[in-house]
C-alpha cells in the first residue's frame, strides 16, 4: 500500500498551489520567481514548466523546450489517474500559444471539479508599454474567455487597456478599468503599475459581492532606474501570497506584496553596485534568495490610500 500524499492528507493552513509559469535553469523568472516566495510563505507548490529554458530570452541567445497543450494535458491527467489534483489555488503566467492558454481553460475547469473553491490567480502576461510580445489572437481569449474564471487578475496598465479596451489616462481611469473587470469576472483585481504624469501607481480594487461598488485604493510606488526581469511574476505570487491570509483586506495584502517587492530590488540594486556593475546599462537579475526575510517578514513602509 503506498503511504499517503502527506500534502493532501495534512495540508497547510495556506494551501496548495499549482504554478503554470515558464522556467530558466539559470536566474529568476516565471516559476523561479514564484514558487520559492510561495513556499516561503507557508505554500505547498507545485510547477509545471511551461518553458524550460537556459535563460530568458533577455539574453543574446538562449536553448531549451516550449511545452504543449497535449503535453500539458498528459500532466493534469497524470495527476488525476493519482488522485493527486485536488488544490486551492492556480496561479498562472507567462503564455505563450492560443493552444496552450485554451488548455489553461481546460485545466481550471478540471482542478474547479475537484475543488470549487479553487482560486484562479491570472497574470494576463500580454505586454508592456503599448507593446504586445505574445500573439495577437492571445488578447481575445484573455479578455473573452479567460477573464471571466479568473478569482484575481493582475495586469500591467497596458494589459488592463487591452483586456477592457479602455484608454488608461488618469487615477478615474485605472478605477474605471477595474470595474469593468469586475464586472466580466474576478472579485479582486490588482493593476500593478500605472504611470499617470510620471508618477508610479498601483491600484486596487476588491469587489467582495457581485453588483456592490468595489472597495478600492492606490499605493504611489518610488521608481527605481533600472530594469529588473522577473518582477511581474515575483509580484503575482506575493499577491496570491498575501491575500489568501487576508482574504477580505486587499489593501493589506498589496502593501505587504509591494514592500516585499520594494526590497528585493534595492537588495538587487545595491549588489550590483557592489559587484561595480552599471544597472542603468542592462536588465538585472533579482536577489530572491538573499531576501528571504524580506519575502516572510515584509517592513511595510508604502501606505495603501483609500479611495473614498
Known sequence: MAPPILSLALPSNTGRVLSIQSHTVQGYVGNKSAVFPLQLLG??????????????????TFKGQVLNGQQLWDLIEGLEGNDLLFYTHLLTGYIGSESFLNTVLQVVSKLRSTNPGLSYVCDPVMGDEGKLYVPQELVSVYREKVVPVASMLTPNQFEAELLTGFRIQSEGHGREACRLLHAAGPSKVIITSINIDGILLLIGSHQKEKGEPPRQFKIVIPKIPAYFTGTGDLMTALLLGWSNKYPDNL???????????????HRTLSDYYSAGHDPESTSLEIRLIQSQDDICTPQVKLKAEIYS
Open 251 to 265: 489593501e493589506i495584502a498589496a502593501e505587504l506584496a509591494v514592500s516585499s517587492l520594494q526590497a528585493v530590488l
Open 43 to 60: 505554500y505547498d507548490v507545485d510547477p509545471i514548466n511551461s518553458v524550460q529554458f537556459s535563460n530568458h530570452t533577455g539574453y543574446p
